[in-house]
């Protein structure tokens, strides 16, 4: 069964950094690109970041474009990503995903996905 | 950007019933590439349907998807109690990627 478990959510200030983590198993996590999308209470659904089966290519949406960074260890079937520089409008539920394809290195749509992570930017 | 525009808002329906749902955007889809999502409350959103009619691995058959260009269809024939939830749609082959505003289907 594929399970994708996220966790490092919380409050933090504007301004503020968190690293996200996503620990995954039931599936061989180095065959598949994999992305965050988060779901905010104004702007809802929201592609954030891809990354390549290897990490060799990581892929952004422009506002967290130089905020945040993408990443993985296929060793440890992890993906994170490293969000800095955080505003309020970044708060939202994080989701990591399986990519399942894509039109374009950054339309993408995904087959499995993890309960979550509640980020709150405020002050 | 693409706009995808679902209607109606809110479905209200009675188990057993058939659901459509539509989806339509403002330009053409690229290769049909539009996938519907089912989202339950406190839930992660659950991959129905990609390349417009496709079902996902384990998604039963009265879930459909029909559609190409700028009009797209989900039908959910003979509602099951746990079909009762909100339903995204979301376009995969333009730049930016889009997701539609969702469509809640509740018991009625």
């Known amino acids: 069964e594929v399970q994708l478990v996220e966790s490092g959510g919380g409050l933090v200030q504007p301004g503020g950094s968190l690293r996200l983590s996503c620990a995954a198993s039931?599936?061989?996590?180095?065959?598949?690109?994999m992305s965050w999308v988060r779901q905010g209470p104004e702007k809802g659904l929201e592609w954030v970041a891809n990354?390549?089966?290897?990490?060799?290519?990581?892929y952004y949406v422009a506002s967290v474009r130089g905020r945040f960074t993408i990443s993985r260890d296929n060793a440890k079937n992890s993906l994170y990503l490293q969000m800095t520089s955080l505003r309020v409008e970044d708060t939202a539920v994080y989701y990591c995903?399986?990519?399942?394809?894509?039109?374009?290195?950054?339309?993408?749509?995904?087959?499995?996905w993890g309960q979550g992570t509640l980020v709150t930017v405020s002050s | 950007e693409i706009v995808l525009t679902q209607s109606p808002g809110t479905l209200s329906l009675s188990p057993g019933e058939r659901a459509t749902l539509s989806c339509r955007a403002s330009q053409s889809v690229s290769g049909s590439q539009l996938a519907w999502y089912q989202q339950k409350p406190g839930q992660a959103p659950s991959l129905l349907i990609s390349?417009?009619?496709g079902r996902a691995t384990g998604i039963p058959d009265r879930f459909s998807g029909s559609g190409s260009g700028t009009d797209f269809t989900l039908t959910i024939n003979r509602l099951e109690p746990e079909d009762f939830a909100v339903y995204y749609c979301q376009q995969y082959g333009s730049s930016p990627l889009t997701f539609g505003g969702g469509t809640k289907v509740e018991i009625k």
């Open positions: 995903a399986t990519v399942k394809g894509c039109g374009t290195s950054t339309t993408c749509h995904w087959h499995y």
């Open positions: 039931g599936f061989t996590f180095s065959n598949y690109w």
């Open positions: 990354i390549r089966e290897d990490g060799s290519e990581q």
């Open positions: 390349g417009a009619s």
